[in-house]
């Protein structure tokens, strides 16, 4: 179990999960749960399809490569970077292949609605970043960029490679995801395993640079991830239907999923995990308490709480 939600003394939900914990040499430090159950990575995947964009040849600076691995909120900057990667290489929002949508910042969704927008664009999508960044890399390298998304694409293939080799376990067969491209299969610890690379594995250091550097474009103040990222010496990505991913620099990688989808519960017991390996200061601990505890309200006033518990099993090495 990951988290209850008590509601004036009753539980209301019990959320069931799995997590795990990779040391810096990605051997397996703690686990809680099914950490062998496939699910699909979904946006959790973006730093690493990100990596495969700069090693095909995309020319990308930090901000960007932070967006090519975002799911943005749909802000002024995150739109301006997008447009700027497909400028650079000769492209535009019509070139972009997601599906046409609303930001997904409520904000940001709020502002272009009240501005007189009527309908969806494609750029506005929170994969945008992803996909610039992709048609960047095949026109870098000459590839069509009509056929991006399939999952024979060579781009898309050198992404399934690395993926499966990154984590030690196959991504396929390949499902569909919310935003067209190719969605790949894993668990909690072939993610647990990635995570900890991202951290340690010299290919992947400018990706993690960029997403420790640029958290707020890599999500969006307030998230999960963003906001463990900025508390900590660590890169975060979450995906869609609770999972998120965690990698600290040069000590541990970390992987929650929820089975019921939540993302607020996903980041929390992350966050809780790598309380639990001494991942935390007493500051650290202050600048995510609304990410490891959430109160519940009724009628405007705290009637209850969203609180973890999760407990660890140990490896026999720690």
């Given at each position: 179990m990951l988290a209850t939600?008590?509601?004036?003394?009753?539980?209301?939900?019990?959320?069931?999960?799995?997590?795990?914990?990779?040391?810096?040499?990605?051997?397996?430090?703690?686990?809680?749960?099914?950490?062998?159950?496939?699910?699909?990575?979904?946006?959790?995947?973006?730093?690493?399809?990100?990596?495969?964009?700069?090693?095909?040849?995309?020319?990308?600076?930090?901000?960007?490569?932070?967006?090519?691995?975002?799911?943005?909120?749909?802000?002024?900057?995150?739109?301006?970077?997008v447009r700027r990667i497909l400028e650079r290489a000769g492209l535009t929002e019509d070139d972009l292949q997601c599906p046409p949508n609303w930001p997904l910042g409520v904000t940001a969704r709020h502002r272009l609605i009240g501005s007189g927008h009527q309908k969806r664009s494609r750029i506005w999508h929170n994969c945008s970043g992803k996909h610039a960044a992709w048609l960047a890399a095949c026109q870098a390298r000459g590839w069509p960029i009509e056929t991006y998304l399939d999952p024979e694409h060579p781009l898309q293939v050198k992404i399934q490679d690395f993926v499966s080799k990154l984590g030690d376990y196959p991504?396929?067969?390949?499902?569909?995801?919310?935003?067209?491209?190719?969605?790949?299969?894993?668990?909690?610890?072939?993610?647990?395993?990635?995570f900890s690379r991202l951290g340690t594995d010299n290919r992947l250091s400018e990706v993690f640079q960029a997403m420790h550097r640029f958290p707020s474009l890599v999500s969006g103040v307030g998230n999960g991830d963003a906001s463990i990222a900025i508390a900590t010496n660590s890169a975060a990505k979450r995906g869609a239907l609770g999972c998120i991913g965690i990698a600290v620099h040069q000590q541990f990688g970390v992987a929650a999923k929820s089975w019921d989808g939540s993302d607020q519960v996903a980041a929390m017991a992350a966050a809780v995990a790598l309380k639990l390996v001494g991942g935390?200061?007493?500051?650290?601990?202050?600048?995510?308490?609304?990410?490891?505890?959430?109160?519940?309200?009724?009628?405007?006033?705290?009637?209850?709480?969203?609180?973890?518990?999760?407990e660890l099993q140990w490896s026999r090495a720690e």
């Open positions: 939600r008590t509601r004036s003394g009753l539980v209301e939900t019990v959320h069931e999960g799995a997590v795990a914990i990779m040391d810096h040499e990605s051997r397996l430090v703690a686990w809680s749960g099914e950490i062998d159950r496939p699910f699909f990575l979904r946006s959790s995947a973006k730093p690493f399809q990100a990596a495969i964009s700069l090693e095909a040849g995309a020319s990308l600076e930090p901000s960007e490569i932070a967006l090519a691995s975002s799911s943005h909120d749909g802000d002024p900057v995150h739109i301006a970077i991504t396929g067969p390949v499902g569909v995801d919310g935003c067209g491209a190719p969605v790949l299969r894993t668990t909690v610890r072939a993610m647990a395993v990635m935390f200061t007493p500051a650290i601990e202050r600048s995510l308490s609304d990410v490891t505890g959430r109160l519940i309200e009724g009628g405007g006033q705290p009637v209850g709480r969203l609180e973890p518990h999760l």
